[in-house]
C-alpha cells in the first residue's frame, strides 16, 4: 500500500532541510485498487432462460420434476394431458413366440420431449408360468421373444404380467441425435398354448421441456 499527503498529528515541524533527523510526514493516501468484475451468480444465469432448459434436460425424470420447485426459474416442465388407449385382450397360438406390434406412440417424436410415461393396468391368463411382457421399441426393431434378451431398439419394457390385475408403469427418454424416429407399444402373450395377456386403463403421457 501506498500512502500520499497525509501528515501524521504530532510530527515535529522542522524539515530535512533544517534538521536531517527529523521526523518526514507518512503518507497515508491508498492508490486506486483496479476495478473488479461484477459475479456472476446461479440467478443471473437463470434469468436468462436457456440455462434452467438445458439443466432439466440433463437430468433423469424424478430429478426433473422436483428440481422445479427450487425456485420459478425452474419451472419449465409440463406434464400433458393423457392419452387413453384402448384396452385388449390377446392370445396365441401355442407355436407362436412373437410379440404383437400394438399402438405407435406418435408423441414421442415431438419437439421437447423429455420422457414418455405409460401406465396400464395388466395380468395375464392367471395361471400356469408367466410370460406376457408390454415393450416400446423404436424404428420397427423386434421386441423380445419369450426369455429373450432386449435388443438394442428396446427403449423399456416390463415383464411377467402378473397373475391379478396390478398397475405397471413404463417409462424411456426419446432419443435425441438429430435423426427422425418411431416408436411402439408392443405386447407378448407367450408360447406353449393356454396363455393370455389383458390391459386396460392403459394412458400415455409426456413430460415436455419448455
Not at 417424436?109 to 405409460?118: K, L, M, N, Q, S
Request: charged share 20%.
Amino acid at each position: 500500500l501506498h500512502y500520499k499527503n497525509t501528515t501524521v498529528m504530532g510530527a515535529p515541524s522542522a524539515t530535512s532541510a533544517d534538521d536531517p533527523c527529523a521526523e518526514r510526514p507518512i503518507d497515508l493516501t491508498l492508490e486506486d485498487e483496479p476495478a473488479k468484475s461484477p459475479q456472476v451468480t446461479l440467478s443471473d444465469v437463470l434469468e436468462q432462460g436457456w440455462f434452467a432448459s438445458m439443466l432439466v434436460r440433463m437430468l433423469p425424470l424424478p430429478d426433473a420434476l422436483c428440481v422445479r420447485c427450487v425456485c420459478r426459474n425452474f419451472d419449465v416442465v409440463r406434464i400433458t394431458h393423457p392419452t387413453m388407449l384402448s384396452e385388449a385382450v390377446f392370445y396365441n397360438e401355442h407355436d407362436s413366440y412373437s410379440p404383437f406390434p400394438w399402438h405407435p406412440l406418435p408423441m414421442a417424436a415431438d419437439e421437447g420431449v423429455h420422457t414418455v410415461v405409460i401406465f396400464a393396468d395388466w395380468r395375464d391368463q392367471g395361471w400356469g408360468n408367466q410370460k406376457g411382457m408390454l415393450s416400446v421399441v423404436r424404428d420397427g426393431g423386434p421386441a423380445p421373444d419369450d426369455y429373450k434378451p432386449w435388443g438394442l431398439h428396446v427403449m423399456c419394457g416390463a415383464e411377467p404380467a402378473p397373475h391379478q390385475f396390478q398397475t405397471t408403469m413404463l417409462s424411456f427418454r426419446p432419443l435425441v441425435d438429430g435423426s427422425q424416429h418411431t416408436y411402439r407399444l408392443h405386447a407378448r402373450v407367450g408360447g406353449g398354448g393356454g396363455h393370455s395377456l389383458h390391459v386396460r386403463n392403459m394412458s400415455v403421457r409426456a413430460v415436455v421441456v419448455k
